[in-house]
């Protein structure tokens, strides 16, 4: 059996594909706000209410 071929090591491949894919997700949802009229300002807001509601207890 071969052995397994990295890009960069180990441990930097899945940090690299991470940072790669929220690069991807940022740059879709910055282009559909944008086509949707808001503000980089209103993007991230909207993101800060998303994150801080998957965070809040649900009760």
Same mark, same amino acid.
């Given at each position: 059996?071969?052995?397994?071929?990295?890009?960069? %090591? !180990?441990? @930097?491949?899945?940090? $690299? @594909?991470?940072?790669?894919? =929220?690069? @991807? @997700?940022?740059?879709?949802?910055?282009?559909?706000?944008?086509?949707?009229?808001?503000?980089?300002? &209103?993007?991230? &807001?909207?993101?800060?209410? !998303?994150? %801080?509601? =998957? $965070? %809040?207890? %649900?009760?």
């Amino acid at each position: 059996m071969a052995p397994p071929t990295y890009i960069i %090591s !180990r441990v @930097a491949d899945p940090i $690299f @594909a991470i940072a790669i894919g =929220l690069g @991807a @997700a940022a740059t879709r949802i910055n282009r559909e706000a944008k086509e949707k009229g808001r503000t980089p300002q &209103q993007t991230i &807001q909207d993101g800060k209410r !998303r994150v %801080s509601n =998957l $965070f %809040s207890k %649900s009760t």
